[in-house]
């Protein structure tokens, strides 16, 4: 069934303004110093002057530190960072992840407590969901949380999450009972970082962010730690990942990529290739608005959001294809050769594209992954496309 073309508000408009000059102009070289520092790293300065304007939660109620707005407006802010090549590992943890699963289940003590500060950029979360042995199948987790008189312990190990030394919490799926299905008697919990029974430490990788491995050795956790009823905590999983796997922060990481890359001469061997990305990040930018605005309707979106997903964090991976079949135009640092006078920014007398370039090429697989595996979003897909075929039938 077709939806009516999708247009933005003025209102909506004059956001993504807004949104856009803080993070291009007020902002511009304490990103580009930050990200040749740390080019995984969000900018202090950016990331708690958005939590000062409400926008790091847009979509929040006032009393949460948000602006009582929409989704959309919430996928504007998320697209203009990724497109001014703001990392977004603490938006997406905090605010998109964490933060979304305490909006829909959390009690109104824990939405008092954690969202304001999470809204304001003064507290950062992580998501602790993958395993060792249960990465894209999450519903095989191992780690387990035992009643402990009014609390729990919880016992297991998490891995291939980014910023849990910086982090404050985690938000940890772990089995609780065993069900009807393995979908079933899984619980979620809000666990201190610094707190007993929990160890810490880093996991060597080709990712740019240092992943982490976080092990829970019988570590107490308090009743009130528990978020949404005991046993039920599939569904809040899969709707707190929705934005996510709306694609909109994959094809902002992939335009933003193919505009750094194509400021260079490039030799006409990329040229079709850059039309070719050129004309499939429009598609893509198309899939991933749909996907809002089906959210924002409140319909599902769980198909349009898997295909989105897949064709965005795929179109990454082709970039980054690009970016390194022609490494050569971006990767000295005062000898490049800029297409036209101004289209390679430089600070300090120095161009800052080849840093973000040169790390898009360890970027780009760990996105195919995050969020669901590209087989998974097809699977996804399928499954959408078949039960839709069996209903005509």
Request: net charge negative; hydrophobic share 45%; glycine share 8%.
């Amino acid at each position: 069934m077709f939806t009516a073309p999708f247009t933005f508000t003025s209102e909506q408009e004059r956001l993504r303004e807004d949104v856009r000059t803080f993070l291009r102009v007020d902002c511009r070289e304490d990103l580009v110093r930050t990200r040749r520092a740390h080019p995984w790293r969000h900018s202090d300065l950016a990331y708690r002057g958005l939590g000062e304007r409400g926008w790091l939660a847009p979509d929040w109620p006032a009393e949460y530190g948000g602006l009582g707005l929409s989704i959309v407006e919430s996928a504007i802010v998320a697209e203009e960072m990724a497109l001014a090549g703001v990392p977004d590992s603490a938006r997406v943890n905090t605010v998109d992840n964490a933060g979304s699963t305490l909006l829909a289940a959390g009690t109104a003590e824990q939405k008092a407590e954690f969202l304001p500060p999470m809204a304001a950029a003064e507290r950062l979360f992580v998501v602790l969901y993958s395993e060792p042995e249960a990465g894209s199948d999450l519903a095989s987790l191992s780690t387990r949380a035992t009643r402990d008189g009014d609390g729990w312990r919880l016992t297991g190990e998490k891995i291939w999450n980014v910023g849990a030394f910086e982090a404050d919490y985690g938000v940890c799926l772990a089995r609780t009972s065993e069900g009807r299905s393995k979908y079933a008697g899984l619980s979620l919990f809000l666990v201190p970082l610094r707190a007993e029974g929990v160890r810490i430490a880093e996991v060597a990788g080709f990712n740019p962010e240092t992943f982490n491995r976080i092990v829970f050795d019988d570590a107490p956790l308090t009743a009130s730690a528990l978020v949404g009823a005991e046993g039920d905590a599939w569904q809040i999983v899969n709707e707190a990942l929705a934005v996510e796997r709306t694609g909109v922060y994959f094809y902002g990481h992939a335009q933003r990529w193919l505009t750094l890359l194509t400021g260079f001469e490039l030799p006409p061997r990329a040229m079709p290739e850059v039309d070719r990305l050129r004309s499939d990040l429009s598609a893509a930018r198309l899939l991933t608005w749909r996907c809002v605005d089906l959210l924002a309707r409140g319909e599902d979106a769980t198909a349009a959001a898997a295909a989105a997903k897949w064709w965005t964090s795929e179109l990454t991976a082709r970039v980054a294809a690009l970016v390194w079949s022609v490494r050569e135009v971006f990767s000295g640092t005062e000898t490049i050769t800029p297409r036209w006078e101004g289209s390679v920014e430089r600070i300090d007398g120095l161009p800052t594209a080849g840093v973000e370039l040169g790390v898009s090429l360890s970027e780009a697989p760990g996105l195919t992954v995050a969020g669901g595996t590209s087989e998974m979003m097809l699977e996804t897909v399928s499954a959408a496309l078949l039960d839709d075929a069996e209903a005509v039938i």
